[in-house]
């Protein structure tokens, strides 16, 4: 099982930036598919971004492309998602997650471990 920890969430106003980092446990990190997931009040979790385990496949959420950059350093063990041009709609708690398999999924259920959330919230 692998351990995820978020972090890098917080306050920030409309069109902002923040970066979110998840730092994760396992010593087969640089095998598995990374995707970041969120969960607004009252909503669903939904899908973000997943980078495929070289980093060479990325997928985005379509309200998020343009504006969001996964990224992962596989010698540190984390995945990033660097988060510009924020909008209040982007308000949620956000979520890593690690998938065992070599495919950029956008399921969550496709999703093996996962991480404890992260607040971000973007005031208008």
């Known amino acids: 099982q692998v351990q995820l920890v978020e972090s890098g969430g917080g306050k920030v106003q409309a069109g902002g930036s923040l970066r979110l980092s998840c730092v994760t446990s396992?010593?087969?990190?640089?095998?598995?598919?990374m995707g970041w997931f969120r969960q607004a009040p009252g909503k669903e979790r939904e899908f973000v971004a997943a980078?495929?385990?070289?980093?060479?496949?990325?997928r985005y959420a379509d309200s998020v492309k343009g504006r969001f950059t996964i990224s992962r350093d596989n010698a540190k063990k984390t995945v990033y998602l660097q988060m510009n041009s924020l909008k209040p709609e982007d308000t949620a708690v956000y979520y890593c997650?690690?998938?065992?398999?070599?495919?950029?999924?956008?399921?969550?259920?496709?999703?093996?471990?996962w991480g404890q959330g992260t607040q971000v919230t973007v005031s208008s």
């Open positions: 396992g010593r087969t990190f640089s095998l598995y598919t």
């Open positions: 997650a690690a998938d065992r398999a070599d495919v950029v999924n956008t399921n969550e259920y496709e999703y093996d471990d």
């Open positions: 980078i495929s385990w070289s980093g060479g496949r990325g």
